[in-house]
């Protein structure tokens, strides 16, 4: 699993809360063949949209699934994430890239390049809590797929 994200991280409490929820992550999806979790971080540019789209490609694996996190995609819950999740490890998916764009999300046409789209609601969520909320949310499906009673449904 990949975060590519643009837009660097400092220290603080969105960082110690996805430190904590990867490796909550690793320690539960290793065995269910999922992750390790790695975030990628790349610059915000003055350029917007296309020069950090650039940036994303570069950083977005060869091959990998890639889901865009995006206001326009699809609210699931957690338990179809967790299967979305199953079902790209279960045919084979080698590699998944959870791109979060910058402040004006992600440019056209690398949403259009995305092969799933997935939304956290039709709110606008601060970039830097999207990826709390991504890294929350892979755990929690590892969770789900795992049996562990973290999710209460």
């Known amino acids: 699993m990949h975060i590519c994200a643009v837009g660097r991280l400092r220290a603080g409490p969105e ?3 996805i430190n904590d ?3 909550r992550f690793d320690r539960t999806g290793r065995a269910l063949g999922l992750g390790p979790a790695k975030i990628i971080e790349v610059e915000a540019k003055k350029g917007g949209q296309q020069a ?4 994303l490609r570069k950083a977005i694996p060869k091959g990998a699934v ?3 996190m995006d206001e326009r ?4 819950t957690s338990p179809e994430f967790a299967k979305r999740l199953a079902k790209w490890r279960d045919t084979g998916c080698q590699d998944v890239a959870f791109v979060i764009g910058g402040a004006d999300g992600i440019a056209a046409d690398l949403r259009g390049e ?3 789209l997935l939304s956290f ?15 929350e ?3 929690r499906a590892a969770s789900i797929l795992g049996g562990a009673p973290y999710h209460r449904a």
Do not use: F, N
Request: hydrophobic share 45%; charged share 15%.
């Open 52 to 55: 950090e789209a650039e940036l």
């Open 66 to 68: 890639i889901c865009g």
């Open 73 to 76: 995609g699809q609210v699931s």
């Open 137 to 139: 949310q892979l755990y």
């Open 15 to 17: 960082q110690t809360l």
């Open 114 to 116: 995305a092969d799933h």
């Open 121 to 135: 609601g039709k709110m606008v969520w601060p970039h830097m809590l999207a990826r709390v909320m991504l890294c």
């Open 21 to 23: 929820y990867l490796t």
